[in-house]
């Protein structure tokens, strides 16, 4: 017999082999119809998969991510199939389940595949699906698999199992197709009721640029046509929330094919907005008492090489600088704490100086894969608002408290109230991506768990996602239509003091080491801008946007008086436009509409006459007439009122 623990600390008797289907059905038949995984030992198992020692146990079902990874990796081997099927002699490279849905790689020869084939892929899929095809996990040595996928002439897959450790190799039958694949996966291909395959996208194998480009189907499925729907109806709202139509649109940034790819240029609106959202977090910081420096766009080598960057980064580094020195090379800066670190060193540090901290809006250069560039979201040059805190080991938690009390005032400007944290640790088996000493990791990993239990902040422990010199805590940002972005993040690191050899005297005139805390709020400007304009819709808070009030005269004759009300407005510190191009009056109105100004001002004969402007509201219509210093009174207010809230 094997203990098995629920959730709720309730534990009991099985079987040795029982599987999670089992367990479900013993509890309800009902739970074992919705569940699609499980949990043992904070691995996810198929429910199909035999249990043989005591363990830890949950269940997953739709709602849970771990679920629907299990829907939607089955729902890839699904699509693999079906292509199998369609297209005889065709490559499968890989295919994951990701954040919503799946894709598969493949290579179709001289086949090409294109978006006018996915309704024909979608039939096919939704037959075999019908099938109820049963997912056969089975596991293999490393010969036999290779001599399998050999015989199939699947050379991607071959060069995959020819890089694993040699030992036993799982793979999963469904019909007659069969992949290389660790799971999970569910039992059957029952569950899958509703499936739209999205994009047809080429890839470059393993995301190398000398590999074969391959060509990615996107896809996602559901249990029932009506989240399908749903889903297709909350895409069409995200095209029209997509950041790179709005910021075309509103003249936010731009990029250029001769500039490079991935370089983003910000417009003067765009400056504009990202340098209030710069003052507004200077703002903040001067009142934590942080201290903003600058550093260069370059470092030798040796600093990357110190900070362990170039051996964990270098190949996603831009390729280095040769001087005319002999054998002396610099990087495009691709961090900006070694730097930090530096700054740090520059002076003898007592412990009645700490905690020191330093920040700086610092622009950093990673390359990208072409293929991954996308926006503002992913780009080649960007700009963290990163900061850098220096403690004493007993100032860790109070710190890291401070830290996520910005981060939160930071998500409450932004009307950002829907948020989940997660816990990035260290992977509990494969420890040779970290530095550090274990004592380190431990004492680091605990302080962030402790400040999320003092703040009652719940938070999802995710083991392997830690950055390579220290645990963290990363914000998921839910957007106005659901969706979930990565934004602020908050790094604890005892390696780097000790890679720098950074001390501090203490109070026991002995030397001793600083713990360092990384965090950026923000993440990056980019991207946080991106993210800003899909959950704003380009709407954004009236302090922030870029244009708050549109002035719209009746016709020509009114366009001086236009004028004077502008500039009233400007030296009241309020955003003003004038439009007065002769169109009519509509048009302007819907055109200022669609640009999302807050305001605007319809000014024609009696409003001159009188110091008036006709107000009207985005989205809310006409809200009357009043004298335009009134006008400028209210709005400073609207302003103050959102300011003080934070």
Known sequence: MIKITFPDGSVREYNEGVNGLQIAESISSRLAQDVLACGVNGEIYDLGRPIN???NFVLYKWDDEEGKHAFWHTSAHLLAEALQELYPGIQFGIGPA???GFYYDVDPGETVIKENDLPAIEAKMMELAAKKEAVVRKSISKEDALKMFGDRGETYKCELISELEDGRISTYTQ????DLCRGPHLMTTAPIKAIKLTTVAGAYWRGHEDRKMLTRIYGITFPKKKMLDEYLTLLEEAKKRDHRKIGKEMQLFMFSETVGKGLPMWLPKGTALRLRLQDFLRRIQTRYDYQEVITPPIGNKLLYVTSGHYAKYGKDAFQPIHTPEEGEEYFLKPMNCPHHCEIYKNFPRSYKDLPLRIAEFGTVCRYEQSGELHGLTRVRSFTQDDAHI?????????EFLRVMDIISIVFRSMNFANFEAQISLRDKVNREKYIGSDENWERAEQAIIEACEEKGLPAKIEYGEAAFYGPKLDFMVKDAIGRRWQLGTIQVDYNLPERF?????GSDNLKHRPVMIHRAPFGSMERFVAVLIEHTAGKFPLWLTPEQVAILPISEKFNEYAEQVKMYLKIHEIRAIVDDR??????KIRDNEMKRIPYMLIVGEKEAENGEVAVRRQGEGDK??????EFAKILNEEVQNMINKW
Do not use: S
Request: charged share 40%.
């Open 53 to 55: 020692e005591d363990a």
């Open 175 to 178: 019909g007659t197709f069969t």
């Open 624 to 629: 009357g007439t009043m004298k335009y210093e």
């Open 390 to 398: 220096f403690c004493r080991p007993d100032q860790v938690k109070d």
């Open 501 to 505: 050899e950074l001390e501090y005297m």
């Open 582 to 587: 002769n169109e009519k009056i509509g048009r």
């Open 98 to 100: 990701i954040e919503n």
